[in-house]
């Protein structure tokens, strides 16, 4: 089992930025492809962005919804996946979770989670 730990969420305005970090211990992060997910109120856990392992390249992938405002990165020395934001909306706001996946932004049964973060969009 990977444990995760995320952090960096806080409340932030409209077009504001934030940096989010998913760190573990005892494992080399790098081998895992990682996703970030979110969750707001009332709605369903929906993917936000998810990066591939080493043997996949590092490759990024996102939702629609985050495309050209949210980047996944890593930092093997840190061994820690990053998600910056920039450009915050209202609707971004949510409990965000990294988490370890099988396929690209697909979680499963398998899939080891963080306790998640919150970020809060709002003026």
């Known amino acids: 089992q990977v444990q995760l730990v995320e952090s960096g969420g806080g409340l932030v305005q409209p077009g504001g930025s934030l940096r989010l970090s998913c760190t573990a211990s005892?494992?080399?992060?790098?081998?895992?492809?990682i996703g970030w997910f979110r969750q707001a109120p009332g709605k369903e856990r929906e993917a936000v962005s998810c990066?591939?392992?080493?043997?996949?390249?590092?490759?990024?992938n996102y939702a629609t919804s985050v495309k050209d405002r949210f980047t996944i990165s890593r930092d093997s020395a840190k061994n820690t996946v990053y998600l910056q934001m920039n450009s915050l909306k209202p609707e971004d706001t949510g409990i965000y979770y990294c988490?370890?996946?099988?396929?690209?932004?697909?979680?499963?049964?398998?899939?080891?989670w963080g306790q998640g973060t919150q970020v809060t969009v709002s003026s």
């Open positions: 005892g494992v080399v992060l790098e081998k895992y492809m």
């Open positions: 990066i591939s392992d080493t043997a996949g390249g590092h490759s990024p």
């Open positions: 988490a370890t996946l099988e396929a690209m932004c697909v979680a499963t049964k398998n899939s080891d």
